[in-house]
């Protein structure tokens, strides 16, 4: 199982992150957003960022020229697409990169399925809303096959029964490793160890 820490902003999140070694970070380029990052910014982290760790630009309805750009120049490997983009909208991308695509979904009830399920993105990432923090439920989704990240809500109080409840591809967690709307490292580091003993309980490690 992946684990995206996402939010990140400062040099001392990127170090953090570098210790914990997840699969995924990520940058938020939508500038309502209190954890925007220009891509100047992000450039300077990502060249921190140790090279296996993937880094994910989240963007809500960015002109796709912008995002082929950040992918093409290397300031993200990833681009995650947070807004009302369809499918018409992922083939546009798909023109300008080859890199990966992973597309957001808020989960109401069971009527968003079928978009989840049949959408040509590399990966979906299944919320609440668009880094609400809060938790939706989870047996909505129960049915869904294809690899997938799992947000909203998740912290260290609840991350373990989301990984034994849905067994998810990855778990993003933003507000869930905060402290005063600050990246916390000791949450950071708790988060991320009580997903990985989980995990290795669950597979039989």
Not at 22 to 43: C, D
Not at 124 to 150: C, H, M, Q
Request: charged share 30%; net charge positive; with cysteine.
């Amino acid at each position: 199982m992946e684990i995206k820490l996402c939010g990140l902003t400062r040099e001392e999140d990127i170090k953090c992150a570098n210790e914990l070694v997840p699969g995924f970070i990520g940058f938020v380029f939508w500038r309502p957003s209190k954890r925007y990052i220009s891509p100047e910014k992000a450039l300077k982290l990502k060249q921190m960022l140790l090279p296996k760790i993937k880094a994910v630009g989240v963007f809500v309805d960015e002109d796709v020229k912008v995002i082929a750009d950040y992918l093409n120049r290397g300031i993200i490997d990833v681009a995650q697409l947070h807004g009302s983009e369809d499918e018409t909208y992922i083939k546009r991308l798909r023109v300008l990169t080859d890199k990966p695509i992973i597309k957001a979904f808020k989960v109401r009830s069971r009527d968003d399925l079928p978009g989840i399920k049949s959408s040509s993105a590399d990966y979906v990432l299944l919320d609440s809303g668009t880094g609400s923090g809060n938790v939706f439920d989870w047996d909505l989704i129960k049915s869904i096959e294809r690899p997938y990240f799992l947000a909203g809500g998740l912290n260290t109080t609840n991350v373990e029964e989301a990984i034994r409840t849905i067994k998810p591809y990855a778990i993003d967690v933003s507000s869930g490793i905060e402290t005063e709307g600050k990246k916390d490292p000791g949450k950071m580091k708790e988060f991320v160890s009580i997903a990985r003993k989980v995990d290795e309980r669950i597979r039989g490690r």
